[in-house]
């Protein structure tokens, strides 16, 4: 078919070439682990088919999401939101296992899909949400690695150039496979906050009892209480997770085969990811405790400036260097999303596994994004505080359009067959939308009519 | 048998890249699920500007 297409034009060849080196490299990826099947080597396979999942929730623990932790941590201790933050990751599982579903029965992306089966119109409307939702928080990733970079004395355009190269440096490896391990190794310091936990000396018997009993709740429900909920809720379920991880599914070329893996990868992304936002909470529970104001406090290194006397230096060290590692962990896996979704819309090359000539404007849109991201940080005066807290309410708020699309799809027999959603993902998903949608109508009242409360 | 020929035959053939190429038909939207669609777009654009109240409202608080 290759050379039947490059006799056609020299548009015809180019495609052609750029297909063969897509397909040569994602065949490699699945010869192995076709033998290892055949090998039944199990915890092999479920290695070499992890990936997505876990960048996606690993991803998402980014330096916003951080700071909405340690905030709650700080302003709350461990109370209600540490049950409420586990009920989210397992929203995050319920929504995520669905694009694994939709990746390995349909081989294409989530955009692609959209414009597809729903039209342009639907189809630009999610990527007008996708691209002013990843811009802004690629701009809060770079915002959480410039103040990082300044708990440890660097100045901001230093932190941020070396930020930004990473991540476009991470785009030349050329290969989905190498660049998901690479990441996979930045990520896997998002437990950073274990130890940053354990230096605050938590009470055990006062997490279970938070657990079992959604209690202690300081201060009843407020506008405060209501922000946090969604900053929370948007810490754990984003619209570029969607479309990140469906098309790192098909990128890395899951099959209906590989559907358990997909699944126990996912979920295990969820469970440490959790872990690491329960424990970013209880290393901030001593701010809580000490009834500092954390109102103004801009970004994660500031909660460890705050947590030294408190927790000693090493734990603060471990907590800054974790909000820099999140930041850039997640700036590497949005700007990916992003550049998945343009190519994917322009039906333009959209692989980690093309060069840059065959893949320009998929590496295009990725470095453009990161550079105008970066770029805004470095504006003298700009509001980096007020972009920090609003931008998990913007993604919550744009989750539900984005989440209802998702379950149209997941319930495309015609692309799905008998992949579709049952009657419990349904009602998972269907619950979700309306919580989300719930949540963000609240916000909105409350913001408008600040009484309604009674605070 | 090469190695690339034995990576491609990994692959399953929906999975080549021209296969992806291939148009999917459009869905038929039912009037249930425009009313949805539509209801939510509207969601988001009264929210939004709250959310930009908000913001703003935010950077004036001295």
New interface residues.
Partial sequence: MGQDLAQISPLAEQFSRRARLEDLARGRDRHRVLETRRARRPLRLLWLLTGPGLLAMLGENDGPSMVSYATTGATYGVGFFVPFILLTFVMAFAVQEMTVRLGAATHRGHAELIFARFGPFWGYLAMADLVVGNLLTLVTEFIAIQAGGLYFGAPAPVSVGIGALVVIASLALRRYATWERAVMIFAAFNLLFVPAALFAHPDGAALARALATWRPLQGGFSVAFVTLAMANIGATVTPWMIFFQQSAVVDKGLTVADLPQGRIETALGAVVAAVAAIATIVATAPLFAAGIDVSKFVSGPDFASALRPLIGSTGATLFALGVLEAGLVAAMTITTSSAYAFGETLRAGHSLNLDFTEGRLFYGAAIVSTLAAAGVVLIPGAPLLAMTLTVNVIATLMMAPALLLLLLLANDREIMGRLANGRFANLIGGTIVVAITAVGAIYGLVVVFPGLLGN | MS??S???????P????????T?????K?SRG?LV??IA??I??F???P??V???VR??LTP
């Fill in positions: 190695d690339q034995r990576w491609l035959e990994a692959l399953e929906d999975q080549f890249v021209a296969a992806t190429e148009p999917l038909p459009r869905r939207l699920v949805l669609l939510l777009r969601y988001v009264i929210t939004a709250i959310v109240y908000a913001f935010a950077l």
